[in-house]
T-cell receptor, first 115, second 110 residues
Framework: EAQVTQNPRYLITVTGKKLTVTCSQNMNHEYMSWYRQDPGLGLRQIYYSMNVEVTDKGDVPEGYKVSRKEKRNFPLILESPSPNQTSLYFC??????????????FGEGSRLTVL | LAKTTQPISMDSYEGQEVNITCSHNNIATNDYITWYQQFPSQGPRFIIQGYKTKVTNEVASLFIPADRKSSTLSLPRVSLSDTAVYYCLVVQGAGNKLTFGGGTRVLVKP
């Protein structure tokens, strides 16, 4: 089954404790990206990656890092989480169609709470 | 990047057609328009994508006028299960950064 898998789905942590949210897709997609969703603010892109070792900032990259060492994986790293990073996070992937990003496939989301 | 503007919410009744219009005044020549549906605590799901005129699939139609400064998602004969948030997204043809609009919350009543 084609899917994007995120882990963990739920996490409560404390300020400053480094954490990683993993994202994996089994569709051989070139494009992967991370979003955060907050009430009243919709979906905001954090980082995206066009392919292995190619990453770039989205609209809200501050406080986050990413890496793309393998095509299927795109982890989101919070080096020193702060309470304003409490949010619902989504990973998504798509084929690169040559005319822009194609249909995005989203994961189920990871709800992160930073105390 | 093309910024999108959508109504915040709209109500409808079962069996009616729902039309949601998205404004994207500074859309570029190579950009595409895509719509997503999102249920609470789930990831958005692709509905339809188009470039110009009309696109139709099994769940929706997308109407794009000649100037492409707006687009309208049409959901025919909605049911209660169509209650969701609908996002309009302009996809850059030459870039990879994606900016979602605020979404339209559609409530379908019995």
């Amino acid at each position: 089954e084609a899917q994007v898998t995120q882990n963990p789905r739920y996490l409560i942590t404390v300020t400053g404790k480094k954490l990683t949210v993993t994202c994996s897709q089994n569709m051989n997609h070139e494009y992967m990206s991370w979003y955060r969703q907050d009430p009243g603010l919709g979906l905001r892109q954090i980082y995206y990656s066009m392919n292995v070792e190619v990453t770039d900032k989205g609209d809200v990259p501050e406080g986050y890092k990413v890496s793309r060492k393998e095509k299927r994986n795109f982890p989101l790293i919070l080096e020193s989480p702060s309470p304003n990073q409490t949010s619902l996070y989504f990973c998504a992937s798509s084929l690169w169609t040559g005319r822009g990003t194609g249909e995005l496939f989203f994961g189920e989301g990871s709800r992160l709470t930073v105390l | 990047l093309a910024k999108t503007t959508q109504p915040i919410s709209m109500d409808s009744y079962e069996g009616q057609e729902v039309n949601i219009t998205c404004s994207h005044n500074n859309i570029a020549t190579n950009d595409y328009i895509t719509w997503y549906q999102q249920f609470p605590s789930q990831g958005p799901r692709f509905i339809i994508q188009g470039y110009k005129t009309k696109v139709t699939n099994e769940v929706a139609s997308l109407f794009i006028p000649a100037d492409r400064k707006s687009s309208t998602l049409s959901l025919p004969r909605v049911s209660l299960s169509d209650t969701a948030v609908y996002y309009c997204l302009v996809v850059q043809g030459a870039g990879n950064k994606l900016t979602f609009g605020g979404g339209t919350r559609v409530l379908v009543k019995p």
